[in-house]
Structure formats: C-alpha cells, structure tokens
C-alpha cells in the first residue's frame, strides 16, 4: 500500500519560515493536500492540489510537489499556526494520509 | 455556508455495529461530482481514511477496512450513513465526516465536521 512519509515534529522561531514535507513514491505525479490540526479541534484545509491556497487562509502558506516530496512552506511563521499538519494524497482510488508533523512555535 | 455534524452512540460494546450519521448543510448530494467521506482519529494518532461516497453512488472503502465498512446516503435527509462492524476496543476513535467540493481531477476534503467520540468498552 501507498505511504507518505512526513518528519513528527519541527520547530521554528516567530518570524521564520517553516517547511513541513511529505515524502511518497513519486508524489509529484499525484497531487499533494494539506490539513491543519490544531488541539481539539477538526482537521482544516490550508493547501488543495498541490499550491491552492482556500479562501481564508493566510498567503503565508503555500505548497510544493515535485519528484518524490511536497513541503508545505509557513512564511513568517506565528504563534497561531503552531498545530499538527497532515498531508494527504489519492493511490488507486484510495485516500492516504501521511501520519503528521507537529509544528512548534517557539 | 457548508456544514457537517456527526452523531451516533459514545460508546459501544466489542464485538456490537456502530452506525453514525452525518448531517449536512449548504449542498446536495445530488450536485454532480460532489461528495462525503468518513475518518477517525484515535487518541493522540493520526488521520485515517475510511470511507467516502460520491452523488452518483460510488463508493469507496479503506482497503483495511472494507469488510467491516458500509457508506450510504439519504439525499432527501441530507445524511450520509456509516456503518461498522465488529467493533474493538482498537476502534476508539473521535470520527470526523467531511464535505468533498467537486473538481474534474482530484478531491479533496472541506470543511470538515466537528467529530464525535466513540468509544469501545465493555
């Protein structure tokens, strides 16, 4: 089966840039989703095939896919986007989530 | 404005079905390439798909799951059914339904509901 492959946790400064990636047998060639968590609440869409932003989420975020990785990108990373980040992609008519990355804002 | 809100029973016994409903608001399940799937989350782990069902019927299952799963819809109720089977204690999870936008390449889930709590005890 299908499996996406993301770091558990990453930490960054106020201000900085995070990078989140999700690693997959060619990904690039599937489109890559992303989905913020933040405690005790529901998953939230922040990035759709690949690099779509919805409307209401903040322009800092923005989205990759290419060869093998997708990385989800948080300019001027702050204190409220500190959550856990799911990426998630299709494989044979299959939904596959990858198992999350904790983001610390510190 | 769209909505999704789970319900069913808290808690279950091993071995029992669990069916949850999802009820939505803000589109139709008869709205070509539009959709609803089914996810849960166990304490402190991960998403996991389960099951979604599209306007015309198609559904689709969780390979792991598949045997244990039914997915169906009520468009007059505006409701998406889920069953399962065989419920374990392993299967105590917060499940989340989630409303998929139509798009002509690759779907997507948004929003999503608020999530229910089951657990399984006995």
């Known amino acids: 089966s299908y499996e996406l492959t993301q770091p558990p946790s990453v930490s960054v400064s106020p201000g900085q840039t995070a990078n989140i990636t999700c690693s997959g047998d060619?990904?690039?060639?599937?489109?890559a989703y992303w989905y913020q968590q933040k405690p005790g609440q529901s998953p939230v869409l922040v990035i759709y095939?690949?690099?779509k932003r919805p409307s209401g989420i903040p322009e800092r975020f923005s989205g990759s896919n290419s060869g093998n990785t997708a990385t989800l990108t948080i300019s001027g990373t702050q204190t409220m986007d500190e959550a856990d980040y799911y990426c998630q992609a299709w494989d044979s008519s299959t939904v596959v989530f990858g198992g999350g990355t904790k983001l610390t804002v510190l | 404005q769209i909505t999704l809100k789970e319900s069913g029973p808290t808690l279950v016994k091993p071995t029992q079905t669990l069916t949850l409903t999802c009820s939505f608001s803000?589109?139709?399940?008869?709205?070509?390439?539009?959709?609803v799937g089914w996810f849960r989350q166990s304490p402190g782990k991960a998403l996991e798909w389960l099951a979604l069902i599209y306007w015309n019927d198609d559904n689709r299952y969780s390979p792991s799951l598949n045997s244990r799963l039914t997915i169906t819809k009520d468009t007059s109720k505006n409701q998406v059914v889920l069953t399962m089977t065989n419920m374990d204690p392993v299967d105590t999870a917060t499940y989340y339904c989630?409303?998929?936008?139509?798009?002509?390449?690759?779907?997507?889930?948004?929003?999503w509901g608020q999530g229910t709590l089951v657990t399984v005890s006995s």
């Open positions: 803000g589109f139709s399940l008869t709205t070509r390439g539009v959709g």
């Open positions: 060619k990904l690039g060639d599937k489109y």
């Open positions: 989630a409303h998929v936008p139509y798009s002509s390449t690759s779907n997507w889930f948004d929003p």
């Open positions: 095939q690949d690099n």
